[in-house]
């Protein structure tokens, strides 16, 4: 029991508003953020979190980076969450969304969002440059996509 509770501890996945998410993706003016919502409950989420995973690992020290946002119910974070990142060894950044109602915040992340997960948003502030997938990706289209991104292509 100690021992769960120090990896716990260990791993820190911050709850985060989506005013605080919108602060950071404005505050990081020359970056590109890809911010992908997930839960432990979706297959095509987890199937696809390694994919994300790599694309954060191959662009340290980049303009790139890749915030994965849980969407999981808060109540979770310890049992459920926490415990599934270790699990994976994940590297990325990981943040658990705290807002109770999604029907109030969904349309604020992008207004052609059904709600269904996977979800991605790539942002870059300072081209006021924003995309919106609901969609699984693999690593090729992943990867596609940013350097499309990157680019400035649709």
């Not at 990081?28 to 987890?46: E, L």
């Not at 980049?62 to 849980?70: F, G, P, R, T």
Request: hydrophobic share 40%.
């Amino acid at each position: 029991m100690i021992l769960l509770l120090a990896i716990l501890s260990s791993l820190t996945i911050p709850l985060i508003s989506l005013d605080d998410l919108e602060s950071r993706l404005e505050g990081g003016r020359d970056t590109v953020y890809i911010v992908n919502f997930w839960a432990t409950w979706c297959k095509p989420c987890v199937k696809e979190l390694g994919n994300f995973d790599s694309i954060a690992r191959e662009n340290q020290g980049n303009a790139v980076k890749v915030l994965l946002v849980s969407i999981d119910d808060k109540s979770t974070l310890y049992t459920k969450v926490s415990p599934f990142v270790h699990s994976l060894r994940l590297r990325s950044e990981v943040l658990m969304l705290d807002e109770l109602k999604p029907h109030l915040w969904i349309d604020r992340v992008d207004s052609s969002w059904s709600g269904a997960i996977p979800a991605t948003m790539f942002v870059q502030s300072s081209t006021r440059r924003r995309e919106f997938f609901e969609q699984e990706f693999s690593y090729v289209e992943l990867n596609n996509k940013i350097s499309d991104f990157l680019k400035g292509t649709p």
